[in-house]
């Protein structure tokens, strides 16, 4: 009988010689890997075997996985567009309701809405300028405008009428903030060289305003009084002419003077027949003076 126990010579007293000897296991040899012959069974083995058993291809998936791929995938574009809209629109979502007049543009439809200007006057003293002088013109010390005053000087001017100086609509009317005092810009549509333009009048420095943003004005018609802008100046209206069309209250003197026109020139170009002045009540005593354009 065999036993556990080798030989006499290493007899130990663990091995019993009574036990017998445990079964000599057989080492089975496995066969060599071979890709399956179907399709069928190659795809399922393909997912299985190591690359260096059968060449690694892509997965094909069908049901269940196909479907949760198309899933995920349908998922990331939805994420992506709505990221990409909620990037595209996140200025129009965040824009604050309010937008302050200096920066509201008028639309295509307040622009067609205009009346159009035929002609246009001076704002102070009579229609063509003449009972006022300018004080400080156009370009002078970088000046943006025409310091128009009374011809009686120093502040006799004080709560006189300024007109406006054509038919247009009120785009601000209000205070312009330090050194401006109230603020008033009128804007302008009119014809030249076959072709509707644009323009604004600037009334700044004035004591009363007689119109409010939104207002339609005639030519001649009174909008504002002189003023000293808080007592900063001598009355005196600061006068610009500008090409823009949104209310903005600007510097006053800049060297860059692009935008802005020489309002005296411009005026004088835009005056039209004599005939057609709407003849205003010049202030007391004005009748001495000649009525010519200066
Ligand atoms: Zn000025």
């Given at each position: 009988m065999a036993t556990s126990c080798p030989t006499a010579s290493n007899f130990s007293t663990r091995c019993d010689p009574m036990k017998p000897a445990p079964p000599v296991t057989r080492i089975r040899i496995l066969p060599e890997v071979q890709p399956p012959r179907t399709r069928s069974a190659r795809r399922k083995f393909v997912n299985f075997a190591p690359c260096s058993v059968f060449p690694c291809r892509p997965r094909v998936l069908r049901g269940k996985p196909m479907k949760k791929l198309v899933a995920l995938n349908v998922v990331a574009f939805a994420v992506g567009l709505v990221a990409a809209l909620w990037f595209r629109l996140w200025p129009e979502l965040t824009r604050p309701k309010y937008v302050a007049p200096a920066f509201r543009v008028p639309s295509p439809l307040d622009l067609a809405s205009l009346p159009t200007a035929v002609r246009f006057d001076f704002p102070l003293g009579s229609e063509n300028g003449a009972m006022s002088y300018n004080a400080q013109r156009f370009t002078?010390?970088?000046?943006?405008g025409d310091d128009l005053n009374g011809i009686?000087?120093?502040?006799?001017?004080?709560g006189d009428p300024i007109y406006a100086v054509a038919d247009g609509r009120v785009l601000l009317a209000r205070d312009g903030g330090p050194g401006w005092g109230n603020v008033v810009i009128v804007l302008h549509a009119y014809l030249e060289n076959g072709g509707r333009k644009y323009v604004q009048s600037f009334y700044g420095h004035v004591e009363t305003m007689l119109v409010q943003a939104g207002d339609e004005v005639r030519r001649g018609q009174q909008i504002a009084t002189v003023g000293t802008a808080d007592g900063r100046y001598p009355a005196h209206l600061h006068f610009e002419m500008r090409e823009f069309v949104t209310p903005f209250v600007g510097p006053?003197?800049?060297?860059n003077t692009r935008g802005w026109l020489d309002p005296t020139a411009f005026i004088k170009a835009h005056r039209g027949a004599p005939e057609d002045d709407v003849g205003r009540a010049l202030p007391a005593g004005s009748s001495a003076f000649p009525d010519d354009a200066n």
């Open positions: 002078e010390n970088r000046h943006l009686g000087g120093e502040d006799s001017d004080l006053g003197y800049r060297e």
